[in-house]
């Protein structure tokens, strides 16, 4: 029985991975920190616990020792710290690529960002763009493969970036603002259509070297997306667009005036660049299938308190 290691396997994302890789018959090894607060999410999954932090390189060896494949999900997706974003995204990722390769691990697969294919990026996804350069060939005996999941939608709202934007819709006072006219395209993912495509990723030949784009079945635009949403919750007040040149005017002012700004540069960069990449090749040689946010939203969320009204 294969060997894989999962860094971030206790979060939303990662934690649903684990108990996915489980039930296909890996045997997994999940590396946390210690003290890890969210380690109640692997309560009862019969996988391996170790303890590792990707910014401490001396920390790598135990936990890569016999490994065979490693699925890299540990990130830090909101800081106001750009330090912080280089030192675990980029510089984290680096030394664990190292380990690994040191460690003769077979494939190392890499959950970037969608993020990291803008055409303008946020420092986020310039962390996850320039992490990816250091896989785009083999080193040693180890594979590498690159993903890029969308924005991340499911039970109980979904990912962080979701339950957010979800969040401050419900918060609105007059209306729903959303920054420019709302056009980008975007192509939001399922957890388990995520979490799936990345167990049938590990240790396929095929995927050796690809760079695969994880979104799901339906494109709609940011504006799309956020009517869908008001509909479903029933939230009566209108969405009303916030020209382009006023949002960043506000970034720019509130950045002076606050320490945690809701209006950023990174978040007007974050919805007003394209998200709609090619998913064909993951439908094609790994067999990837996600569903369509549209039908989930309006056909599987009754009872979920998160999406209730």
């Given amino acids: 029985m294969s060997t894989v290691l999962v ?8 934690s649903r991975l684990v108990k996915r890789l489980l039930a296909v018959g890996r045997h997994v090894r999940v590396m946390a920190v210690a003290n890890d607060p969210l380690l109640a999410n692997l309560a009862g999954a019969d996988c391996e616990v170790v303890t590792g932090d ?3 390189p001396e920390t790598l060896a135990g936990p890569l020792a016999g490994v065979d494949a490693v699925l890299h999900l540990a990130a830090v997706l909101y800081t106001e710290d750009a330090a912080l974003f280089r030192r675990v995204n980029l510089e984290g990722t680096a030394r664990l690529v190292e380990a690994a390769v040191a460690a003769g691990v077979g494939h190392f697969v890499y959950v ?3 993020a990291a294919g803008y055409r303008v990026r946020t420092t986020y996804g310039e962390t996850k763009f320039l992490a990816e350069q ?3 060939a083999p ?3 180890t594979n590498f493969t690159i993903v890029r999941p969308t924005l991340v939608f499911g039970p109980g709202g979904g990912g962080q970036e979701l339950v957010m934007y979800v ?5 609105a006072k007059w209306c729903v603002p959303i920054v420019g006219r ?10 388990d259509d995520l979490v799936e495509g990345l167990a049938l990723v590990v240790d396929r030949p095929i995927a050796y070297g690809k760079t695969y784009n994880f979104g ?9 997306y956020t009517e869908m949403i008001r509909r479903r919750l029933a939230i009566a007040k209108p969405v009303v667009p916030v020209p382009l040149w006023l949002c960043r005017a506000l970034a720019g002012l509130l950045r002076l005036v606050q320490r945690r700004p809701l209006l950023k540069r990174d978040t007007i960069v974050g919805v007003t660049m394209d998200a709609d990449f090619d998913i064909e090749p993951a439908r094609r040689e790994i067999g990837y299938a996600p569903m369509a946010f549209e039908e989930w939203l309006f056909t599987r969320t009754a009872g979920d308190p998160f999406w209730e009204p």
């Avoid at 860094?7 to 990662?14: C, E, K, L, Q």
């Fill in 7 to 14: 860094t971030g396997g206790t979060g939303f994302i990662g």
């Fill in 216 to 224: 799901g079945a339906d494109a709609h635009t940011m504006r799309a």
């Fill in 54 to 56: 990707i910014t401490r």
């Fill in 139 to 141: 080193r040693g005996r």
């Fill in 134 to 136: 250091m896989m785009r």
């Fill in 167 to 171: 969040e401050r819709m419900r918060k």
């Fill in 112 to 114: 970037s960002a969608a």
């Fill in 182 to 191: 709302g056009a980008a395209m975007k192509r939001w993912v399922h957890v």
